[in-house]
C-alpha cells in the first residue's frame, strides 16, 4: 500500500477555523505540488481530505474527485486518520489532504512507532510505502512546494 499525506497549502488566519481560505501563496503552493503529484500517484489512488476549506481547495488544485471525509478533519488524531486511510492493509494507494498536528504525528509514527510531534511544512507531501513482504514501512518522499 501506499500512503501519501499532504499538509494544506498557505491559508489566512481568522474563525472560524474550518472556513479559513487558501492565501494567493497557498494557491500557488497547491498548484505547484498538485503538478508535482499529477502522473506520479499510482492508479486509483483514493483521495480522502479534510472538510476544511482550505484543504478542500488544495486538493482543489490535483483534482475534484475527492472524498470528503471527516476522520481527517482539523481534530483529526494520527491514529483515527490512518484506519480512514485503511493502511496497511488496504490494496491500493491513499492520498489524505489535512492538518497538524495529526500529519506529523502520523509521519512519526509509521516511522517510530510512537506519535511524536513532528512539523509538516505547509503543501508539503510525505509518500509512505508499506513492504507487506517484509513488513516494513518505507519513507519514500518528503518534498515542499518550493522545491517543486
Do not use: Y
Amino acid at each position: 500500500m501506499e500512503l501519501i499525506l499532504w499538509r494544506h497549502a498557505e491559508a489566512v488566519d481568522g474563525v472560524p477555523d474550518n472556513d479559513r481560505a487558501l492565501t494567493e501563496k497557498g494557491r500557488r503552493q497547491a498548484e505547484r505540488m498538485a503538478h508535482f503529484l499529477t502522473g506520479r500517484l499510482p492508479k486509483n489512488t483514493r483521495i480522502l481530505v479534510s472538510p476544511a476549506l482550505r484543504a478542500q481547495q488544495t486538493a482543489s488544485a490535483l483534482t475534484r474527485h475527492f472524498t470528503n471525509e471527516p476522520a481527517i478533519g482539523t481534530r483529526a488524531t494520527a491514529q483515527g486518520a490512518l484506519a480512514a486511510s485503511g493502511w496497511p492493509l488496504a490494496d491500493d494507494a491513499a492520498l489524505l489532504v489535512g492538518h497538524q498536528p495529526w500529519l506529523g504525528e502520523l509521519a512519526a509514527l509509521l516511522m517510530t512507532g510512537k506519535t511524536n510531534p513532528w512539523s509538516m511544512k505547509k503543501g508539503a507531501v510525505w509518500w509512505f510505502s508499506r513492504r507487506e513482504d517484509e513488513d516494513q514501512t518505507v519513507l519514500r518522499l518528503v518534498i515542499a512546494p518550493d522545491q517543486v
